[in-house]
């Protein structure tokens, strides 16, 4: 199980990270809601024909709730959030202010899972990636305060990957990952379809535009959530929202090369705040004792 943590990180990574560049494209013609809902129905017919296919379409019918609700958390919210964002930000800056989910997570365990309270370099961690949201927020870019609104949209995009990740390691325990993902999908489906319904366009967008929604649903949604549950299963919340580290560097990549996106200094700042805070937060990496004291001596 070890061996496959690398793996299983590094292809969620890419694909995640593809998920900004297509969401760009895509919101050029789309609607964040109807863009979403595209996305969910086409990710939960690919999971339902998968689970067709094994012959376990009942275990959706016998899911608990929780299973179904997972969905307003771990999409529904967040994806809608990422998208209207993206319509003020640059794809790589969306994906950076995103790299905060563990951040989040962490603060959350603090009041739903006391025993996973941060404490020590862990605490220290959770400030400094705070702190580098803020800067992050405040280095937000030439679109003024529709620039910081769209930072503030994916940094509360963030706050339900945070909170999704703590419920989805608990349902995880006693739903298949398979089961969960097309669940979670069926949920988002039902929370959106009102919305993107109502903000469905008049005419039929471009080939590129629907494209970039069917990768987004196939790649960077039907894919990625049988790997995150797969590795939320396996490694648990806390090492599983690591993959945060590595989505904005392949995001930022494809936003240089696809659509010649530049990064500010100061965002860059931001950025290596939050990736410093989550190591620390995280216990990814730690810091001799000796040499934590010395920075909290005053």
Known sequence: ??????????????????????????????????????????????????????????????????????????????????????????????????ASVPIFAAVLAVRFRPEERPRGQRAVGVVLGLVGVAVLTGAAPGGGWWGVAGVVAVLLASLSYGASALYGQRLVADVRGPVLSTTALIGALVVLLPFGLAQAPGHLPSAKALACVVALALLGTAIAQLIWFRLLRGFGAARSTLVSYLIPATALVYGIVFLHEHVSAGELVGFVLILAGVALGSGAVRVRRRALEAVQSP
């Not at 694909?15 to 109807?34: C, D, H, M, N, Q």
């Not at 996305?39 to 689970?51: F, H, P, Y």
């Not at 016998?62 to 809608?80: D, M, Q």
């Open 1 to 98: 199980m070890t061996r496959s943590y690398v793996p299983l990180v590094t292809s969620l990574s890419l694909l995640w990270g593809s998920s900004y560049l297509f969401i760009k494209v895509a919101g050029r013609e789309l609607e964040p809601s109807t863009m979403m809902l595209l996305r969910v129905t086409l990710a939960a017919a690919v999971l339902l024909g998968v689970l067709a296919w094994r012959r376990e379409l009942g275990l959706v019918r016998s899911a608990p709730l929780g299973a179904y609700v997972l969905g307003l958390l771990n999409s529904a919210i967040p994806f809608t959030l990422i998208a209207w964002g993206e319509r003020h930000i640059d794809s790589g800056l969306a994906a950076v202010a995103n």
